[in-house]
């Protein structure tokens, strides 16, 4: 009850009794049915009208975000059991990549003589193991996954490739200098994951008018006019809320696919199949992506499933302590978090602003929806719909029904949750070496630090995964 809150307010009691959360888990679990099914390809089939583009981000919403969203969540929210560490390593709020360059006492582990990651010499798709087979990485939830692990190692040869690209710049005084050049490729990667989570994964999630309401839009100005709403720019976020990270970041999960290409030809894998369980063991080789052109790509990667309802039978199957939809319900009910309408009604009722600017009103009232398939589950919680009172995680990935295209964003409530934290634990990190930071200065800042590597500006606008990956190889 004594974690960070975006707002004020609890649930007094549980929102659902312990036999509706089972019987939710059960309704939500299985194959998507054909009339949802219809909805993931819909944006797809009409890209010449939608002129879908990597940088409209329209459209089919790329599987590789699905978990870019898991590794954002491992950086900044805590690991609800947390395995014991000898490096005592422990979770930032801040948006600083230190689940990928860890704590002090993990540097002789993770990097070379030259300040570049220590990479495998027969295995370049996986990270550096102990004698047991431990991946000798800060944060051990980055290798629950085949796909989680290699977007790790990902961003590892991105470090190691922009020493390659910085090493001839630095002052002759400091080519020698592992620790300069190390220094100055973590400046520079960490900046371009921050610019990458707001200007392509962010804006393809969030609401739109939520999103420039907070973020601003690509542009030349000298500043982004953008205003602070309910967390304060001069503050630091010593913790995440609970509202973010027990409820709407966990929309990701409606996300996961059940079949996975890691190849352009190769056959699907299961997903089951790729989740490491007690992660001692290296990847086989059969599960290495070669090409990230199937996770990131404008035209040809394979969609994620949409945000809605439906968890696909292989996600419930993995092998955790409960089903990810009791897991879920479960949290939210520990934490006394409020249903997502109440979370609306505060906004609208002590953030009229903010509000008024991302058209936030009551008109958009959620009521159940009509596919045949969850007859059942509407049933069971038809009054949870019309009494206001359904969990914020079930509110989060139904919100985003009311959006058009369907079940490409989230809905307004659930952005503007997203868009507090994101911004906030990017501009944390800034406060650390500048106590006047504020948000407007923030992209001129991340890009001073990028440019060295780009050489054209217009490059870095229009920066996404799929370019960037391009742009490095």
Partial sequence: MNQPRLFPIYAKEPL???????????????????????????????NDELSVSSHSKLGKLDAGYTYFGQFIAHEIVPCSNPEPSEHNYTTSPELDLKSLYGEPSQYSMLFDDEGKFRVSDTRPYDVIRDENGRALIPDQRNDENA??????????????????????????????N????????????????????????????????????????????????????????NTKLNAIPVEFSHA????????????????????????RKLFRGNKSNNIEPEYEIKNWSVFFDEKNAQPAEDIDLFITQDMAEIPVVKHIVQLNLKAGEKLAIPSGYWIKDWILQNYQELAGECNLTKCDTLTTGNYKSLIPYYKLLNKHYKCHYLPLWLYTIEEARLEKPISRKLGVTTSIVIAEVLRKSILSEQLNTNPDASFPQLKNQIIKNVKPIFSDSSL??????????????
């Fill in 16 to 46: 659902l009794t312990e036999c509706q959360i089972k019987k939710v888990a059960e309704y939500l679990t299985g194959v998507k049915p054909k009339e949802a099914q219809k909805n993931n390809t819909k944006s797809v089939a009409k």
């Fill in 147 to 176: 796909i989680i692990l290699q977007f790790h190692v990902l961003w590892q040869k991105i470090h190691n490739k922009i020493i390659d690209l910085i090493t001839p710049s630095i002052d002759e005084k400091c080519k020698l």
């Fill in 178 to 233: 592992s620790v300069a050049n190390h220094n100055e490729a973590r400046k520079i990667t960490t900046a371009l994951f921050q610019y990458l989570t707001i200007y392509d994964y962010a804006e393809r999630i969030l609401h739109p008018k939520v999103f420039k309401c907070y973020f601003g839009t690509i542009s030349k100005a000298p500043t982004i006019q953008t205003k602070e709403y309910i967390l304060k720019d």
């Fill in 248 to 271: 709407v970041f966990r929309f990701g999960h409606s996300m996961v696919r059940g079949n996975y290409k890691l190849n352009i030809d190769s056959d699907e894998i299961k997903i």
């Fill in 460 to 473: 870095l606008e229009a920066s996404t995964m799929a370019k960037l990956i391009q742009f490095l190889k």
